[in-house]
Structures are given as structure tokens and as C-alpha cells.
């Protein structure tokens, strides 16, 4: 499989190192901020691999659409233009495929959570709320990993309805508020923890990012499939969609 990765940071350089090894993929080319972009910049692909910043994607995702080839997304902090892409994505009959995070591991973070917060529902006792750590050199906060892990928690109990990142003016949290605290702090990788929380006992549900190459590696095998989906089915679509499709063999 041809891919075209878009960016040349560090995720970049790992998904090229990833593809490498395969023995199956290639990267046809890669282009970051200095390159003109168009449709005719993806031809010849069979993938596209988007790991830039927020306004360089919203830029550049017509002409991603426009070339046909479906592509894949990690770059993160555009949520609030969500429907307009999902619409553009239809309008063109294209495929994308976004994620906040392509790690397996934190995927089934992600579902473990899901089955976590569902399970203390009924129970009034019990308390949850989120936080995530990171080196003081990302951008973005929360991450979308963590935005992610709070809408896993509002679609899974019903207690609780808003997310809520810090507290104005000093009043006191509701009990209908999901609270998600960021971190910034040395070097840090990635760690997302859900803590909850009784009078008599506590709960965590952690995942402990060690390097990039979960990540890389999940994007890669995500892409693939994406490929061959287009082929069936043009569509938007998660991970949640890849990982129920490999789930069901």
C-alpha cells in the first residue's frame, strides 16, 4: 500500500519507520507546511496520513477529499468543526477515519472505561472523574485522548452531563459535572487516568503511554483498512468502527 503522510513531525517520522517495516506499505511521499497542497499532491495513493496541527488540516482536508484517496486523521483540536467535515466527507462521497488516538492500548482504555462508568451508575456513592499528563511541550488541552474518555463516560452514565475543565470564581463542582484535569509537566508521555471514587474505596482506570510506536503502528493497520472500506463503503468513521469490524472475524 502507497501512503502519503502529511506532516513531518515526530509522529510523521514514526509512521514512516512503521511502514518501512512492514515489508507491505511505502511511503509515497511526504509533505509538510513549505508544500502547496492540491488534490493532484495524493494521486497515486492508496492512503492518506494526517498528523499535523489543527489549522493546517482544516486547510488542507478539501483537497485530501477532492483526490479520492481516503484518509486517515490524527491531528486533534478541531472537535468543533466535527459536523462540518463529516458533511464535507459525505458531499464528496469520500472516506475518512478520525482518531484522537490510533493505540490499541488506548482503545481498550477507552472500552474498559465505557463498561466502568456504565457499571457505578446506579450507584450515587460513586464519584468519577478524569485527568491527563503530558510534557510541557504539547499544545492542546485536555487532550483529545482525554476528550475522547469523557465523552466514553457522558454516553455511559447518565449522571453525568457536561464536562467541566476548571472551576470560575471558586463555586463548588456539581453533582452532574464530569471534571478533566490537565497536567503539563516535564517530559511526560502520555498518561489518562479515570479515578473513581466512594466514601470507601477507590477505582482507577489508568493507561500509561511509553513511546510512539502503539500509536504509529495502529495508524498504519487503521489505514489499511480503510482502503479496502472505501472500496466497499465511502464513509466517516472511528476507531470504534475498525476495532468492532476486526472484533467480529
Not at 512492514?22 to 495524493?42: E, P
Not at 490524527?74 to 490510533?102: F, K, P
Not at 447518565?158 to 470564581?169: A, F, G, N, S
Request: hydrophobic share 40%.
Amino acid at each position: 500500500m502507497k501512503l502519503t503522510l502529511v506532516g513531518n513531525g515526530r509522529m510523521g517520522r514514526q509512521i514512516a519507520d512503521i511502514a518501512a517495516r512492514s515489508g507491505s506499505h511505502t511511503i509515497d511521499r511526504v509533505l509538510d507546511f513549505q508544500d502547496k497542497i492540491d488534490a493532484d499532491s495524493f494521486r497515486g495513493s492508496d492512503a492518506i496520513i494526517d498528523f499535523t496541527v489543527r489549522d493546517a488540516f482544516l486547510a488542507n482536508y478539501p483537497a485530501m477529499l477532492a483526490s479520492g484517496v481516503p484518509v486517515l486523521v490524527g491531528t486533534t483540536g478541531w472537535d468543533d468543526a466535527m459536523e462540518r467535515v463529516r458533511q464535507d466527507v459525505a458531499s464528496a462521497g469520500a472516506s475518512m477515519l478520525y482518531s484522537a488516538n490510533y493505540s490499541l492500548g488506548v482503545n481498550i482504555f477507552f472500552r474498559t472505561l465505557r463498561e466502568a462508568a456504565r457499571l457505578i451508575a446506579p450507584f450515587e456513592q460513586f464519584d468519577i472523574a478524569l485527568s491527563e499528563q503530558h510534557h510541557t511541550g504539547k499544545a492542546d488541552f485536555p487532550s483529545g485522548t482525554a476528550i475522547k474518555a469523557a465523552e466514553e463516560i457522558l454516553k455511559s452514565n447518565p449522571r453525568k452531563r457536561t464536562v467541566v475543565r476548571e472551576l470560575e470564581d471558586g463555586r463548588k463542582l456539581r453533582s452532574d459535572e464530569l471534571h478533566v484535569a490537565s497536567i503539563r509537566l516535564g517530559s511526560v508521555f502520555g498518561v489518562h487516568s479515570a479515578i473513581i471514587d466512594s466514601e470507601s474505596d477507590t477505582i482507577e482506570v489508568s493507561h500509561t503511554a511509553k513511546n510512539r510506536t502503539g500509536f504509529a503502528s495502529g495508524a498504519v493497520h487503521a489505514a489499511e483498512w480503510l482502503a479496502g472500506r472505501h472500496a466497499v463503503k465511502p464513509g466517516f468513521y472511528t476507531m470504534d468502527d475498525f476495532l468492532n469490524d476486526l472484533f467480529s472475524v
